[in-house]
């Protein structure tokens, strides 16, 4: 399983971006994905996920209302969208795969390479 991130950027606060994550490999429908990001100096840290049929999420509080997790499974992708950003949200995002079907935010066992985001204030 291979898993690449992109769509990160440099973004003035309130702005918005949207990250992709394609997955190489089979199967990707049979599991839920996460989102994660890790800012300087800073532990990675869970930011959202998705069931392996999209129909249940799950966000971290500091993005709750604000980012939205989707995929499609017919292309192998999962979204974030990202909105009403701000300097705080600055990190690597990276997408992961998930050991089972319900979005959770432990239990990831596939990494993929992250994207930059920054936001500027």
């Known amino acids: 399983v291979q898993l690449q991130a992109s769509g990160g950027g440099l973004v003035q606060a309130g702005g918005s971006l949207r990250l992709s994550c394609a997955a190489s490999?089979?199967?990707?429908?049979?599991?839920?994905m996460g989102w994660f990001r890790q800012a300087p100096g800073k532990e990675r840290e869970f930011v959202a996920s998705?069931?392996?049929?999209?129909?249940?999420?799950y966000y971290a509080d500091s993005v709750k209302g604000r980012f939205t997790i989707s995929r499609d499974n017919a292309k192998n992708t999962v979204y974030l969208q990202m909105n009403s950003l701000k300097p705080e949200d600055t990190a690597v995002y990276s997408c992961a795969r998930a050991v089972g079907l319900s979005a959770t935010p432990s239990g990831y066992n596939y990494w993929g390479q992250g994207t930059l985001v920054t936001v500027s204030s």
């Open positions: 490999g089979r199967a990707f429908s049979s599991y839920a």
């Open positions: 998705i069931s392996w049929r999209g129909g249940t999420t």
